[in-house]
């Protein structure tokens, strides 16, 4: 039954819970049992909204930069990656396989903002190798969903 | 001038959905509950696959009956999902939808005389084709309280000696009716004792929602699969509709008969639909149990409106259609549907355009987005109190 919360919610996190058990087949208070567990268990780790920023005329820019780093004794990569998502600015932080060792996506008011950030901020840390700054110049598709104008129904109204 | 056409032609009635469909067109910025095709695009590695054998240039016929690379995966996937043995070289035509088959399989096994049982509310063109194929037509009205399952009795009550033929329409549309093993034995052994044939429509296969139970063939019982025509196609399991493509199973001497109509008539099924199915079969199991998972939540989101709102209506298990009844508010289904259209801007198929006996009920689709459900589910709960207020004139 998680599977099946999960995957719906994963989409469509604004339903409400008595949609959603109907929906799902079971009663509300399992569900709403449920999520919460899976809120506590941190599996469900917060509801957030997927906004596509261009629309609104606030001035957004985000990167994307690959950084290299030495990891450390004992700590391995957590302990700087810890440094690094602390700061508010810094959007995600994965540890990656391949040719550099953490993606950081960043998000600031300015091209200059972010750069300052990576300059003054992160490329100073101990660790830290290097750096290479990827701006976003357009979003396709952002967790899953196309972020181009929802597609008409173009089907006949009547269909036998 | 003499006159130009076919008598028998001319008095084929077109479909009745077509004249709501004029009505509906009419009507601007109408929200519709009426399609009958899936909501969903094909999914995106199936299309891949589709415009792949474009630019690799296989733009030439295939053979007769079918690509044999698609024909082996039918084989396959329906012994897989439903219990079925066919030899995909003697007992799988590929044809231009599952529409095509029920032609040229009516077609292929009727003579002037013959009698096709068809259980009706159902799909509109068992009876047109019946017709084309000079079989005669003899209708089983479905009952409501059977959950429009066609039950032992009503099938013997219909047999006469010229009986062949009996059209299997489930899972069904308009109704969602669908069968269980234990509805098809009972049908399986009438058939059997009056040697009849099946025309088991199974185009909404993999679309059941019977907590832990797959669907079942007529043929996968024993005894059966000699009897029986299964056709099926990708129009609905695959959201494939546009693709043009279904097949039909069934014994090699009447496959025989229906390759040679279907040979003359069509030449081929559309040959990139044939790679693009390749692909679906191969690669799209997963996608049609994601489908299936998302029918299922709005069919009981649906259900549980209706049951909010008073409107009464069985429990359908099958294919994306609920089939409620709205008799309590003293009017013809069609009367209904043009008042929910006029009033609320809400098109819903009125029963009858399935056949009489669908009179007194409406088909709701929902292959349509939750939240299209939503919005379409507020429109039809304020016309109905406005009906159960009398606030809507009954009479036209």
């Known amino acids: ?160 | 001038m003499r006159n130009p056409l076919s008598k028998e032609i001319v008095n084929i009635q077109p479909s009745g959905i077509r004249k709501f469909f004029d009505i509906v067109s009419e009507m601007k910025d109408a929200i519709s509950l009426g399609v009958g095709e899936p909501d969903f695009d094909t999914p995106w590695h199936i299309r891949d696959e589709g415009i792949y054998s474009l630019e690799k240039g296989r733009t030439f016929y295939t053979s007769n009956a079918g690509l044999k690379e698609l024909k082996i995966e039918i084989a396959k996937y329906l012994q897989r999902r439903f219990e079925l043995e066919y030899d995909y070289n003697s007992e799988v035509l590929v044809t231009v939808g599952g529409s095509e088959a029920i032609d040229i399989a009516m077609r292929a096994m009727l003579d002037p005389g013959d009698e096709v049982l068809i259980p009706q509310p159902s799909y509109v063109s068992y009876e047109p084709c019946c017709r084309l194929a000079n079989g005669t037509p003899v209708i089983i009205q479905l009952q409501a309280e059977n959950e429009f399952r066609l039950t032992k009795e009503e099938l013997e009550a219909a047999i006469t000696p010229k009986t062949k033929l009996l059209v299997l329409p489930y899972p069904n549309n308009p109704t969602g009716a669908v069968m269980e093993r234990h509805d098809l034995e009972a049908v399986a052994a009438v058939v059997a004792e009056h040697d009849l044939f099946v025309l088991s429509d199974e185009i909404y296969g993999e679309l059941t929602y019977v907590e832990g139970k797959n669907h079942v063939s007529i043929a996968s019982l024993p005894g059966m699969k000699e009897r029986t025509i299964v056709i099926n196609g990708f129009s609905k399991s695959h959201a494939m509709t546009g693709w043009r493509l279904g097949y039909a199973c069934g014994p090699k001497v009447i496959l025989e008969q229906m390759l040679k109509i279907h040979q003359y008539a069509i030449m081929c099924a559309p040959t990139n639909s044939q790679y693009a199915a390749v692909d679906a079969l191969r690669n799209g199991d997963s996608d049609v149990a994601d489908m299936r998972e998302q029918y299922n939540g709005r069919r009981r989101y649906l259900m549980h409106a209706f049951e909010q709102m008073g409107l009464s209506c069985f429990e359908p298990f099958g294919a994306f259609y609920v089939f409620p009844c709205i008799r309590e508010f003293g009017m013809t289904s069609e009367e209904f549907a043009e008042k929910l259209l006029a009033e609320e801007k809400v098109a819903v198929v009125p029963g009858t355009a399935f056949g009489e006996c669908g009179e007194g009920f409406i088909r709701i689709s929902y292959a349509y987005s939750l939240d299209n459900l939503k919005t379409a589910l507020e429109r039809v709960q304020r016309f109905i109190e406005k009906l159960k207020k009398g606030e809507i004139n009954k009479t036209k």
């Not at chain 1, 690094?84 to 040719?99: C, M, Q, T």
């Not at chain 1, 750096?131 to 598709?141: C, M, Q, R, S």
């Open chain 1, 1 to 160: 039954m998680r599977e099946k919360i999960l995957t719906f919610i994963e989409k469509n996190s604004r339903i409400n819970l008595k949609e959603l058990a109907v929906i799902i087949g079971v009663d509300e208070v399992t569900v709403a049992q449920e999520l919460k567990k899976m809120e506590e268990e941190h599996i469900i780790c917060g509801y957030h909204t997927l906004i596509d920023w261009d629309k609104t005329g606030v001035e957004k820019v985000t990167a994307m930069i690959e950084v290299r780093v030495t990891p450390q004794r004992d700590m391995g990569f957590d302990k700087v990656a810890e440094r690094i998502y602390n700061y508010p600015e810094v959007n995600a932080v994965f540890l990656i396989s391949g040719g550099f060792d953490l993606l950081v996506t960043l998000e600031g008011k300015t091209l200059r903002e972010v750069s300052q950030f990576v300059t003054d901020k992160l490329s100073t840390l101990d660790s830290v190798l290097s750096t290479k700054t990827n701006f976003i110049l357009k979003k396709y598709k952002d967790h899953g969903t196309i972020i181009a104008d929802a597609p008409k129904d173009e089907r006949m109204l009547i269909t036998p």
